[in-house]
């Protein structure tokens, strides 16, 4: 398999992911998902009995500046597809409220796409910014990462280090 997502879809009837888990499957998210890294190869998440879908769309235009802890308007316990954006200018981002309970195992392995629907303003994601709380923090390399308007991100919650990653 070439690259991490092999194929996933929006809802629960949408965007051709087989009935069960085949090698050409990804899974992203979900209940017993828990403790498992993001990381791992296909094959650890081929003894589920079903893929998972990705549920849960949000659409927020935030103002331009620094903004901490913040959270999708339709929930971060309800969202796997946030789709940002701002029309007064750049937006950066210091922390995104961690999810709690979202699987058997808490938070850990949440995924979260985020997309800059914007037409012409950076969202900004500032790494280890101590203006949010230590738990909605988003871990990485180097101080900012640039989401150009038309760019799309993922980020997985560590339920372990009680941070965000960014997913490469």
């Known amino acids: 398999m070439g690259g ?14 087989p009935a069960t888990p085949t090698a050409d499957s990804v899974l992203v998210n979900g209940p017993g998902f828990g403790n498992v890294p993001a990381w791992l190869t296909l094959a ?63 938070p850990d392995g949440w995924m979260l796409l985020i997309e800059n629907v914007g037409a012409a303003n950076n969202l900004i994601f500032s790494i280890n910014d101590a203006g949010s709380l230590a738990a909605n923090r988003i871990a990485g390399i180097g101080a900012t990462y640039t989401l ?21």
């Not at 991490?4 to 992911?17: A, H, I, K």
């Open 44 to 106: 650890a998440f081929l003894t589920r009995a079903s893929p998972i879908q990705l549920e849960g769309t949000s659409q927020d235009v935030l103002a331009s500046g620094s903004h901490n802890n913040v959270a999708p308007g339709g929930g971060i316990n309800s969202t796997n597809i946030w789709q940002l954006q701002s029309t007064t200018g750049d937006v950066t981002l210091t922390g995104i409220q961690a999810p709690t309970g979202v699987t058997p195992f808490g």
């Open 4 to 17: 991490f997502f092999g194929c996933c879809s929006r809802g629960s009837s949408g965007g051709g992911l």
């Open 148 to 168: 150009a308007p038309g760019g799309c991100i993922w980020l997985n919650y560590d339920g372990v280090n009680h941070t965000w990653r960014i997913v490469p």
